[in-house]
């Protein structure tokens, strides 16, 4: 049996001054709620994890060495199919 993933994609600037392309990164719901009370979504690795409000996705935690930036542009993907856990 499957269920749905909701999934977000939440884009981070490149570098200011830079011509580099933004990074997207895909995030699934968690079930811990955050700070401000919404669930958390992570990567797959688990590094990067924020709460999304609306279309703002602020950030908890990110890969050590990454640009840390408060809050992120979300955009809800399609829901996909996945295995139960």
């Known amino acids: 049996m499957r269920s749905l993933e909701r999934r977000y ?3 981070l600037p490149g570098p200011i001054g830079g011509h580099a392309p933004p990074a997207v990164i895909v995030v699934h719901a968690t079930e811990i709620l955050g700070p401000g009370g919404g669930p958390v979504w992570e990567n ?3 590094d990067f994890r924020v709460e999304i409000t609306g279309e703002v996705a602020t950030v908890l935690t990110a890969p050590i ?6 809050c992120l542009y979300a955009v809800p993907l399609p829901d ?5 856990r």
Do not use: E, F, I, K
């Open 65 to 70: 060495g990454s640009r840390r930036h408060p």
């Open 9 to 11: 994609a939440v884009t």
């Open 44 to 46: 797959t690795d688990g």
């Open 80 to 84: 996909r199919a996945a295995p139960l």
